[in-house]
């Protein structure tokens, strides 16, 4: 509300000092809203970026899994046996189990270090796909200025989301076809 209250403060400042052209003054201005975080939940582009990433990454999700069932038998079956074993077979064992688990944990931080920079990759995607379709939404519909998460209150009158959350869904829909 603040940004709104500045903006519109601007522009009345421009317009008693007379540094506004006359039609802009004769003319009301078109503002509207978008609400960047419910776009980037529920536009189609976005669900299909979190499919893609999870396709991407479940193979090595599962492989970390099955590592970690692994060293939980061993570190059963060193808990179960251990007082009947051989020291030289339950240091074996012992450091099995520490080798596990340092490959356990080398292969978690690189899963998480690789699924952080793909997500990032798809997000800068995502930001300049709702960027490029706020930029042609505001042209074809004649907006003067298109506010977004930085406002703290907004009309249903000036929120223009569901607009472009339905031209975002028209172009996924139009892209997937053509795909096919």
């Known amino acids: 509300m603040q940004q709104l209250y500045k ?4 522009i009345s400042l421009l317009a008693v000092a007379g ?3 006359g039609p ?9 809203f978008v609400s960047m975080a419910r776009l980037l939940k529920e536009a189609p582009q976005a669900e299909a970026a979190r499919k893609k990433l999870e396709n991407e990454f ?14 939980k038998k061993i570190e059963e079956k060193l808990g179960k046996d251990a007082t009947v074993m051989s020291d030289a ?3 074996k064992l012992e450091r099995q189990i520490v080798a ?6 080398r292969s978690r931080e690189e899963f998480t270090e690789d699924l952080n920079i793909r997500r990032n990759e ?8 709702i960027y490029d379709s706020i930029n042609g939404f505001a042209e074809d519909e004649n907006f003067d200025i298109i506010l977004g998460d930085s406002i703290l209150y907004t009309s249903k009158r000036v929120d223009v989301t569901e607009r472009v959350l339905a031209r975002l869904k028209k172009k996924h829909k139009a892209t997937t076809s053509e795909n096919k």
């Open 100 to 105: 596990e688990k340092r490959d356990i944990k």
């Open 58 to 71: 479940a193979p090595r999700d599962t492989k970390i899994v099955a590592m970690q069932k692994n060293l």
């Open 122 to 129: 798809e997000l800068n995607k995502l930001q300049k796909l």
């Open 19 to 21: 540094l506004l052209p």
């Open 89 to 91: 077979v339950r240091k």
């Open 24 to 32: 802009v003054l004769a003319e009301e201005i078109k503002i509207g």
């Open 7 to 10: 903006h519109l403060c601007l």
